[in-house]
């Protein structure tokens, strides 16, 4: 079973691995668009590219619900406190590694 699995989603002939072009991406939102429910159909019509790379591009890059720009002030406000605690335990970790 997992040398089929390997064979479908690795090594397959003609199986597309890199950078998505335009043509690509245009498909893939046509697909979207069209209401499939799951990402195994729509990959069908996407000649060389597997399952998970169709929802990993749409989730990660394609979907317009993404925001892309800079951070909201209260998103900033939110995320203040755990910055800086991360900064705290990057402080204690350096001193720890200077010390030995």
Known sequence: MQCL??????????LVKG???PKEDAMLIALVN????????LALHMP???SKQCRERWCHALDPAIVKG?????????AAPGIALLR???NVALCSLQKN
């Open 70 to 78: 800079a951070y909201t002030a209260e998103e900033v406000r939110i």
């Open 88 to 90: 705290r335990l990057a």
């Open 48 to 50: 060389g590219r597997t």
């Open 5 to 14: 699995q390997r064979w479908m989603k690795v090594l397959t002939p003609g």
């Open 34 to 41: 069209k209401n499939y429910k799951n990402w195994g159909d």
């Open 19 to 21: 950078q998505w072009n």
